[in-house]
């Protein structure tokens, strides 16, 4: 099962003091096979927090609170359209998230809404033998 830890002022990329508490990703009754935790949470703006989970082919959406001090609470999963998902990057406007998921060869494109952080599938796919990482330059 995978969590997310919640640290003092959400979840900084290097945490200091007391863990507060934790959220499983994707929460158990999704069921489903064996889950990996596929890239370490990123959080966008302290505004939104994004997961992705192997196995269950997901990217887990969590609010963060403007401030970065609210408390984690899952809000949206949503399927990554393909098989195990690497990777996920988004673009310099945080506009788009893109996903690479590995065994299915290919990266999917999500619009993020900039008001909430919410992801829309675009139905858009690129194939990509393997994809691992992704970055914008």
């Given at each position: ?56 082919n997901?990217?887990a959406?969590?609010?963060?609170g ?72």
């Open positions: 099962m995978n969590s997310i830890p919640q640290w003092p002022r959400c979840a900084s990329t290097r945490p200091a003091g007391r863990l507060l508490r934790s959220m499983h990703v994707p929460p158990s009754q999704l069921g489903g096979p064996a889950r990996i935790t596929g890239r370490h949470p990123r959080r966008i703006n302290r505004q939104t927090l994004y997961v992705s989970n192997r196995g269950h997901s990217i959406c969590s609010p963060c403007i401030d970065g001090g609210g408390a984690l609470a899952l809000e949206q999963v949503v399927s990554t359209e393909g098989d195990w998902p690497r990777n996920f990057s988004l673009d310099r406007a945080e506009r788009w998230l893109l996903v690479a998921n590995q065994r299915s060869d290919s990266v999917v494109v999500f619009g993020r809404d900039p008001e909430n952080g919410r992801l829309t599938p675009t139905r858009q796919r690129i194939a990509l033998p393997s994809p691992v990482c992704l970055g914008f330059a």
